[in-house]
């Protein structure tokens, strides 16, 4: 509960509070569209229509296609949906003016390279066909015709345009923990201001990588849905029929502020980040420790970092993927941590409407966790028709359905054991 | 079994934030061309001439600083273990391992699970081969659309998928070497390194993080990462020349694989272990376009605003610079240097990339650790060339480690010995 009229949270430090936000995933562009075609159970996910599927087992994603871009590339689309997120919490929050915000820019930003078809036209090249492979790509690449993929492709670029396109202030900070990159996000700005580095920053957390590459090497791992007819029905998270997560793009954005600042400029609040977990797991490269003991560390982090009981949560934003193995675990961990509460503790899974958001996930979703607060509604987890008895949660299956909802638990937890939780309040007490 | 509120409670770490704590450099591990540890660098970088290892010819015409040899086994003993990672991985995890190693830190398990991992990583290798069947095969048949798919779904590895994301090499640190508190990955090529290196001094100096293994790899010798810099015209083709030679004829980057990895640790806490530190951790800077322009009257940098340059103005100071030979960031770091020159308040600058070659996202974290080795010997590293001034070996100094971006970003950290005030 907030400290009141010093606005610092019970462990002293200043309190961070939510003053804009918005997302953008398969399901629509904007906080709104998306937020009414979640609790209406709606699916984002679709046929791929962005480059053939001939020959691939999975044919289904959560692309997003209608950002109006020129061509197609992962940090062209990752950029243009972090720009578009940016702006409208910016503007929500009325901080700042268009292009100054008064704090960092922290960006959870997918791994991008150069894909194929940029390798392909640097193969075609004009007078190379003497040459073979990388040889053949470097002396096109010595030509200087193809010098706009430079500054496109580098790691620092999303940021970079992003930065300069709201004038955020500072080094803007880039950083990749895989499925929990977007909570990390946000944890390091909440931490930024905790520090009294800044008052005001800025959280985005974007991802527009479904290519043909990247789909094939998950596809690769076996790490994916197959259950391509009807598309909608691919992501069966924590139902007995599951069968891996459902690539998907997405982006969300956080306007996040010291308490005592938005207070001071009358800011409107919109939710509290009350705490932040964080803990790496040593088990495997893509598999959970089996008794999941970084996962439960991470959200009992979360917990205590906000000075929050578990009895005041009300409802768990799961990490929810789909795979076999994650739900499984995921709900094991939740056991940890809730006691025999787990069996009536609402725990729904967003990633059954808009697929895996992989480096935005953890925004988007603690996006959709303040919504859920804010409107009392818990959004379902869809497409249960074959309930797993072995994971004995209130899923809230199929139908979202009203609920008196004070605080939230988001789960992120990423390949390569990157694990990350946020608690989430409505407005401050 | 549900968890107590109160143990709830216990779980975190329970000091008051507090800006007062100190960071110190209490483990380094570094490879590069120059060979294995601190040691072996001081020694290398003790020679003069110090001399340089460059391979002209397997990469020609870009010159690279190839790795020297080093046993994987010393540090990742498990064989398996190896064939998980790609070679940038495989570098970043053995830094890793010299660095815990360095600082005390291996074999104690109840330390590595409160050490926090924040790595600067790019992406790992493309399988070089693969890529050129794929092109081959796509370009025979342009008219079929599946042809991509088919080629993708027969030449990639699955596995190696994992050697290439970024995160994955922060991941390998926690499975090789149970380092399993917090997990960061930075990126953005050389400010990933001043972001990374900034986050941890930051987490020790507010009592969020009590000791923070912080580091990157650069694996040179690969033909992907050097297309992604020729497309901008970046590298440098031909004979071997330093950065500022580089910076006359118009610029260009000769990378060099390298690890660097520290441990940066809160002084009380090493104290009350016993690990002699190397260094002292003063202010870091970093900034999207350029640091902050030193106050042009005499006397004014003392008061101004900025930490970094309030420092910088207490006392003669060396300077490492991580100048990469790519204009116009090389013009635009000379000119900020210049400033500093004509205040009198910096010495000797030695371009550490002449000697090691370029590291990209380890590329700062290199100079911390040269920088580290050269405070806890009381001296600054000598010169590169017989030719250059001698070093002003007069006691303890400071030092300035730049990292200007080839592209973007501005970085600087000063390092001080541990018995004198950053």
Same mark, same amino acid.
């Given at each position: 509960?907030?400290?009141?009229?010093?606005?610092?949270?019970?462990?002293?430090?200043?309190?961070?509070?939510?003053?804009?936000?918005?997302?953008?995933?398969?399901?629509?562009?904007?906080?709104?569209?998306?937020?009414?075609?979640?609790?209406?159970?709606?699916?984002?996910?679709?046929?791929?229509?962005?480059?053939?599927?001939?020959?691939?087992?999975?044919?289904?994603?959560?692309?997003?296609?209608?950002?109006?871009?020129?061509?197609?590339?992962?940090?062209?689309?990752?950029?243009?949906?972090?720009?578009?997120?940016?702006?409208?919490?910016?503007?929500?929050?009325?901080?700042?003016?268009?292009?100054?915000?008064?704090?960092?820019?922290?960006?959870?930003?997918?791994?991008?390279?150069?894909?194929?078809?940029?390798?392909?036209?640097?193969?075609?090249?004009?007078?190379?066909?003497?040459?073979?492979?990388?040889?053949?790509?470097?002396?096109?690449a010595r030509t200087g015709k193809f010098a706009g993929l430079f500054s496109?492709?580098q790691?620092a670029s999303?940021?970079e345009?992003?930065?300069?396109?709201?004038?955020?202030?500072?080094?803007?900070?880039?950083?990749?923990?895989?499925?929990?990159?977007?909570?990390?996000?946000?944890?390091?700005? *909440?931490? %930024?201001?905790?520090?009294?580095?800044? =008052? /005001? $920053?800025?959280?985005? #957390?974007?991802?527009?990588? +479904?290519? @043909?590459?990247?789909?094939?090497?998950?596809?690769?791992?076996?790490?994916?849905?197959?259950?391509?007819?009807?598309?909608?029905?691919?992501?069966?998270?924590?139902?007995?029929?599951?069968?891996?997560?459902?690539?998907?793009?997405?982006?969300?954005?956080?306007?996040?502020?010291?308490?005592?600042?938005?207070?001071?400029?009358?800011?409107?609040?919109?939710?509290?980040?009350?705490?932040?977990?964080?803990?790496?797991?040593?088990?495997?490269?893509?598999?959970?420790?089996?008794?999941?003991?970084?996962? *439960?560390? %991470?959200?009992?982090?979360?917990?205590? =970092? /906000? $000075?929050?009981?578990? #009895?005041?949560?009300?409802? +768990?934003? @799961?990490?929810?993927?789909?795979?076999?193995?994650?739900?499984?675990?995921?709900?094991?961990?939740?056991?940890?941590?809730?006691?025999?509460?787990?069996?009536?503790?609402?725990?729904?899974?967003?990633?059954?409407?808009?697929?895996?958001?992989?480096?935005?996930?953890?925004?988007?979703?603690?996006?959709?966790?303040?919504?859920?607060?804010?409107?009392?509604?818990?959004?379902?987890?869809?497409?249960?028709?074959?309930?797993?008895?072995?994971?004995?949660?209130?899923?809230?299956?199929?139908?979202?359905?009203?609920?008196?909802?004070?605080?939230?638990?988001?789960?992120?937890?990423?390949?390569?054991?990157?694990?990350?939780?946020?608690?989430?309040?409505?407005?401050?007490? | 079994?549900?968890?107590?509120?109160?143990?709830?409670?216990?779980?975190?770490?329970?000091?008051?934030?507090?800006?007062?704590?100190?960071?110190?450099?209490?483990?380094?591990?570094?490879?590069?061309?120059?060979?294995?540890?601190?040691?072996?660098?001081?020694?290398?970088?003790?020679?003069?001439?110090?001399?340089?290892?460059?391979?002209?010819?397997?990469?020609?015409p870009y010159p690279v600083f190839?790795?020297?040899?080093?046993?994987?086994?010393?540090?990742?003993?498990?064989?398996?273990?190896?064939?998980?990672?790609?070679?940038?991985?495989?570098?970043?995890?053995?830094?890793?391992?010299?660095?815990?190693?360095?600082?005390?830190?291996?074999?104690?398990?109840?330390?590595?699970?409160?050490?926090?991992?924040?790595?600067?990583?790019?992406?790992?290798?493309?399988?070089?081969?693969?890529?050129?069947?794929?092109?081959?095969?796509?370009?025979?048949?342009?008219?079929?659309?599946?042809?991509?798919?088919?080629?993708?779904?027969?030449?990639?590895?699955?596995?190696?998928?994992?050697?290439?994301?970024?995160?994955?090499?922060?991941?390998?640190?926690?499975?090789?070497?149970?380092?399993?508190?917090?997990?960061?990955?930075?990126?953005g090529e050389e400010q990933?390194?001043v972001?990374?290196?900034?986050?941890?001094?930051?987490?020790?100096?507010?009592?969020?993080?009590?000791?923070?293994?912080?580091?990157?790899?650069?694996?040179a010798?690969?033909?992907?990462a050097l297309?992604s810099m020729e497309v901008g015209g970046c590298l440098w083709s031909g004979d071997p020349a330093t950065v500022r030679q580089r910076g006359d004829a118009g610029g260009g980057i000769i990378p060099g694989?390298?690890?660097?990895?520290?441990?940066?640790?809160?002084?009380?806490?090493?104290?009350?272990?016993?690990?002699?530190?190397?260094?002292?951790?003063?202010?870091?800077?970093?900034e999207r376009l350029d640091l902050?322009a030193?106050?042009?009257?005499?006397?004014?940098?003392?008061?101004?605003?900025?930490?970094?340059?309030?420092?910088?103005?207490?006392?003669?100071?060396?300077i490492?610079s991580g100048a990469s030979g790519a204009q116009p960031a090389l013009k635009r770091e000379l000119s900020w240097l210049a400033a500093?020159d004509?205040?009198?308040?910096?010495?000797?600058v030695r371009h550490y990339g002449d000697?090691?070659g370029h590291g990209l996202?380890?590329h700062f974290?290199?100079g911390?650790?040269?920088?580290?080795?050269?405070?806890?010997?009381?001296?600054?590293?000598?010169?590169?060339?017989?030719?250059?001034?001698?070093?002003?070996?007069?006691?303890?100094?400071?030092?300035?480690?730049t990292g200007f971006g080839h592209w973007r970003g501005a970085g600087a950290?000063?390092?001080?010995?541990?018995?004198?005030?950053?």
């Amino acid at each position: 509960m907030m400290a009141g009229a010093n606005l610092k949270d019970p462990r002293g430090r200043p309190a961070v509070v939510v003053t804009g936000f918005d997302v953008i995933t398969s399901l629509g562009r904007g906080k709104a569209d998306n937020w009414t075609r979640l609790i209406a159970g709606e699916s984002g996910i679709h046929s791929i229509k962005r480059f053939p599927t001939t020959g691939l087992k999975t044919t289904v994603a959560g692309t997003v296609d209608f950002m109006g871009l020129e061509a197609y590339s992962a940090p062209a689309l990752s950029l243009a949906m972090a720009t578009a997120v940016a702006r409208e919490a910016i503007a929500e929050a009325k901080i700042g003016t268009r292009r100054s915000f008064p704090g960092p820019l922290y960006l959870a930003t997918p791994p991008t390279e150069l894909e194929w078809p940029q390798r392909q036209a640097l193969f075609t090249a004009e007078g190379n066909s003497d040459k073979k492979g990388y040889d053949r790509l470097l002396a096109a690449a010595r030509t200087g015709k193809f010098a706009g993929l430079f500054s496109e492709f580098q790691f620092a670029s999303v940021a970079e345009h992003l930065a300069e396109a709201t004038g955020t202030k500072g080094l803007p900070v880039s950083l990749s923990t895989a499925c929990a990159s977007g909570a990390t996000a946000i944890q390091m700005g *909440v931490e %930024a201001i905790r520090r009294g580095d800044t =008052d /005001a $920053a800025l959280c985005v #957390a974007t991802d527009g990588s +479904v290519h @043909a590459e990247a789909l094939i090497r998950f596809s690769l791992l076996s790490a994916l849905s197959t259950h391509n007819d009807p598309p909608e029905r691919a992501s069966r998270p924590f139902s007995k029929d599951r069968g891996g997560f459902v690539m998907a793009e997405g982006a969300g954005a956080f306007v996040l502020e010291s308490y005592a600042s938005a207070v001071a400029r009358g800011a409107r609040i919109l939710g509290v980040i009350r705490g932040c977990g964080e803990r790496a797991d040593d088990y495997h490269r893509t598999r959970t420790h089996p008794e999941g003991l970084p996962i *439960v560390s %991470a959200m009992t982090s979360a917990l205590a =970092d /906000a $000075a929050c009981a578990t #009895a005041e949560i009300d409802y +768990v934003n @799961a990490h929810g993927t789909g795979t076999p193995e994650n739900d499984k675990m995921e709900y094991l961990s939740l056991a940890k941590v809730f006691g025999e509460r787990v069996h009536s503790l609402p725990v729904s899974s967003n990633k059954s409407m808009i697929g895996h958001t992989l480096t935005a996930a953890g925004a988007v979703e603690a996006a959709f966790s303040l919504l859920t607060i804010a409107n009392g509604i818990l959004p379902p987890t869809i497409n249960n028709t074959h309930p797993d008895p072995d994971i004995k949660l209130d899923i809230v299956p199929n139908k979202s359905r009203q609920a008196k909802v004070s605080t939230v638990l988001s789960n992120s937890f990423g390949f390569g054991g990157q694990n990350a939780c946020l608690v989430l309040s409505g407005e401050p007490v | 079994m549900e968890m107590r509120d109160s143990q709830i409670a216990e779980r975190l770490n329970e000091t008051p934030p507090s800006k007062d704590r100190v960071a110190w450099v209490t483990g380094v591990g570094i490879v590069s061309s120059l060979g294995v540890g601190a040691a072996a660098h001081w020694e290398a970088l003790s020679a003069a001439p110090v001399r340089r290892r460059v391979n002209t010819s397997d990469f020609a015409p870009y010159p690279v600083f190839p790795l020297t040899d080093i046993r994987l086994d010393d540090q990742i003993p498990n064989k398996a273990d190896h064939r998980q990672m790609g070679r940038w991985q495989q570098i970043g995890v053995y830094a890793a391992g010299l660095a815990l190693a360095d600082a005390g830190l291996k074999g104690a398990p109840e330390l590595l699970a409160m050490t926090d991992v924040s790595v600067a990583a790019g992406n790992g290798e493309r399988d070089a081969g693969a890529d050129a069947n794929i092109l081959k095969a796509v370009t025979a048949a342009p008219e079929n659309a599946g042809a991509l798919n088919a080629a993708l779904q027969a030449s990639l590895r699955p596995t190696l998928y994992l050697g290439e994301l970024s995160n994955l090499l922060a991941g390998n640190i926690s499975i090789v070497h149970g380092v399993t508190r917090s997990s960061r990955t930075f990126k953005g090529e050389e400010q990933a390194g001043v972001a990374a290196f900034r986050d941890a001094v930051e987490r020790i100096r507010h009592g969020t993080s009590q000791s923070v293994l912080v580091g990157g790899a650069c694996n040179a010798e690969r033909w992907d990462a050097l297309l992604s810099m020729e497309v901008g015209g970046c590298l440098w083709s031909g004979d071997p020349a330093t950065v500022r030679q580089r910076g006359d004829a118009g610029g260009g980057i000769i990378p060099g694989s390298v690890g660097a990895f520290l441990v940066v640790e809160e002084a009380e806490h090493a104290r009350s272990r016993g690990i002699r530190p190397y260094a002292r951790v003063g202010s870091v800077a970093a900034e999207r376009l350029d640091l902050p322009a030193l106050p042009a009257r005499p006397g004014e940098a003392a008061a101004c605003a900025n930490p970094l340059l309030r420092q910088l103005a207490q006392s003669p100071f060396d300077i490492l610079s991580g100048a990469s030979g790519a204009q116009p960031a090389l013009k635009r770091e000379l000119s900020w240097l210049a400033a500093l020159d004509r205040a009198g308040l910096s010495r000797n600058v030695r371009h550490y990339g002449d000697v090691v070659g370029h590291g990209l996202e380890a590329h700062f974290l290199t100079g911390i650790a040269l920088a580290s080795i050269s405070l806890s010997r009381g001296q600054f590293i000598p010169p590169f060339d017989e030719a250059d001034e001698p070093a002003n070996s007069s006691g303890s100094q400071r030092i300035l480690v730049t990292g200007f971006g080839h592209w973007r970003g501005a970085g600087a950290a000063l390092m001080a010995p541990i018995e004198v005030a950053a």
